[in-house]
């Protein structure tokens, strides 16, 4: 039982650090002047083809109709939320926009209760709450001057998580309409749906990956299904009230600690209460029911 738990513990490391990379790596080609419309192109196509790999050595179970309508919906709310969350990035640093991210989950959670009548504890509540209290907050970090974005920072920010939360949606309807031993194959379409809208950018900006953009989006593209797949076996050792709250919540701390040792990204006072409020909210709202 020992054994299990360590190695359940370990996916969930695996987990939390390839999705603290994806923030890294994308500031890492702003950096250096990448195309990100290629680079996520290429992410998405490596990551496609990856999650199609893992369907068939792990013999994913096969996907309905509607559960191919969740995978497309979910790759197009991915698509365009990866551009929001690049220009996020660019003007405010890699702890808000995902901070932003973390938190676009609430759309998903108020879903559950308005649509599927699932009744919330008060802890879920209180996290709730605590995510509107933070957004306001997370807004008043100041934005680069140098970065040539019409708009205020929040403007932004609200558009990477209305666009994001599409993606909490569809995987929360697939929750009702899919089976879950066909989740690698529900990621190979998710993906591949939003390598299709990148490569259609792609041609219709003519456009080109160039050789600094290709290695980058395989890495990306490799974090993004080694973490996702990485949560799916972590999930297979460990109850869900461990992975989700530790997850989310870590995952976003170590966001931060990392932004700042390697970007030297400072937060404001508002942003940094924001924050603050950020990381209870998501324990809270991924605990279950008392």
């Not at 199609?52 to 365009?80: E, H, K, Q």
Request: aromatic letters at 8%.
């Amino acid at each position: 039982m020992e054994e299990v738990l360590t190695v359940g513990y370990l996916y969930l490391i695996v987990h939390i650090a390839g999705t603290v990379s994806f923030g890294h790596i994308m500031k890492w080609a702003l950096r250096r002047r990448c195309e990100l419309a290629a680079v996520g192109a290429v992410n998405y196509a490596v990551a496609s083809s990856m999650s199609l790999l893992f369907a068939l050595i792990l013999g994913s179970a096969g996907l309905s109709v509607s559960a191919i309508a969740t995978g497309i919906l979910g790759g197009l709310s991915y698509v365009v939320s990866f551009f929001f969350y690049a220009q996020a990035m660019r003007l405010t640093g890699v702890s808000i926009s995902t901070a932003v991210v973390r938190l676009s989950m609430l759309p998903a959670v108020l879903a559950s209760v308005l649509i599927w009548g699932e009744r919330p504890g008060l802890i879920q509540v209180v996290g709730m709450v605590l995510v509107f209290a933070s957004l306001p907050l997370l807004s008043q970090q100041p934005g680069d001057k140098t970065v040539p974005l019409r708009g205020e920072v929040w403007h932004w920010l609200l558009a990477v998580f209305v666009t994001t939360s599409g993606g909490y949606l569809a995987a929360r309807l697939f929750q009702e309409v899919g089976s879950p031993a066909a989740k690698p194959l529900l990621l190979s379409v998710w993906f591949g749906v939003s390598a299709l809208v990148g490569a259609f950018y792609l041609r219709v900006q003519r456009l080109a990956p160039r050789p600094a953009d290709l290695p980058l989006g395989i890495v990306l593209g490799a974090a993004n299904v080694i973490g996702n797949f990485a949560l799916l076996a972590a999930l297979e050792s460990l109850p869900g009230a461990i992975v989700f709250p530790v997850s989310t919540a870590g995952g976003l701390v170590l966001t931060i600690l990392t932004s700042a040792a390697l970007w030297r990204e400072k937060l404001s006072r508002p942003a940094l209460a924001g924050v603050l409020m950020a990381v209870p909210a998501l324990v809270l709202m991924n605990l279950p029911k008392a």
